[in-house]
């Protein structure tokens, strides 16, 4: 395990492999009362269109007429408040869905209410039925940086691509640790925050250097970023 301070080590050449920022959708979201609706056939990956015709049928066939919004603006959550995409570039990010598999930050979609726990009729475990086209669909290069929950990411885990997940800890007087969920979405929000303004990361080491001299206190293990406050 190798940590860093506030002070970071000087950085090394990077490599051409790009970084996909993978976040979790958030249950609080913005409800779009008047719009365009959603176009299934503009959602990034086309060949999820089928699988997503096949679950809004089975458990709301009114969102296709629903009002839509950019998910960039539809999420709210703590993650999403410490972020802030409107001001980061976005073409390495994807938001996980439990409805949509993954949608970019621009695509439009409505308000929905479906977590990957769910179990809808005639589908069964979405983790499980979203597996196989996310496997399909999604690139399996470069660094992953994923910030995603465990229901969520048990859709879909890189064979290939360096994989890193970022978890926050609050720590006592006596150093025990404790994870405290609504601390560690902002954590997560904040290190994706700093890896999309530097740009050009392609290592987990890289992600952590820029979260120290950002001034976090941060622990890198094998595949794994804790940030501790």
């Known amino acids: 395990m190798t940590r860093w301070g506030t002070v970071a080590p000087a950085r090394r050449p990077t490599s051409l492999s790009p970084v996909l ?3 979790p959708p958030s249950q609080g979201k913005s409800s779009p009362t008047h719009g365009r609706r959603a176009g ?3 959602l990034v990956y086309p060949r999820l269109r089928e699988p997503r015709e096949r679950l809004i049928d ?16 539809l999420y709210t959550g703590v993650l ?21 598999g993954v949608v970019r930050p621009g695509d439009r979609i409505p308000a929905y209410r479906l977590d990957m726990s769910a179990k809808p009729a005639g589908i069964g475990a979405l983790a ?6 996310l ?44 994870v405290i969920t609504h601390m560690a979405k ?10 999309l303004k530097a740009g050009d990361v392609a290592r987990p080491e890289e ?23």
């Open 21 to 23: 920022v993978l976040l």
């Open 207 to 229: 992600v952590a250097e820029i979260a120290a001299a950002a001034g976090l206190r941060v622990e890198l293990s094998d595949g794994v970023l804790d940030v501790i406050e």
């Open 128 to 133: 499980a039925y979203w597996r196989e086209p």
């Open 80 to 100: 999403f408040a410490a972020l802030g995409l409107s001001d980061l570039p976005w073409d390495d990010v994807l938001i996980a869905s439990a409805l949509w």
């Open 135 to 178: 496997r399909a669909a999604l690139p399996d290069r470069g660094l992953v940086l994923d910030l995603r929950s465990g229901s969520y990411a048990a859709a879909w885990r890189p064979r290939r691509a360096t994989h890193l997940a970022v978890r926050g800890f609050n720590e006592a007087p006596d150093g025990t640790r404790t």
């Open 186 to 195: 902002r954590v997560r929000g904040e290190v994706a925050r700093l890896v």
């Open 40 to 42: 299934l056939s503009t």
């Open 58 to 73: 089975a458990v709301d066939p009114g969102l296709r007429a629903a009002p839509a919004m950019a998910a960039a603006e």
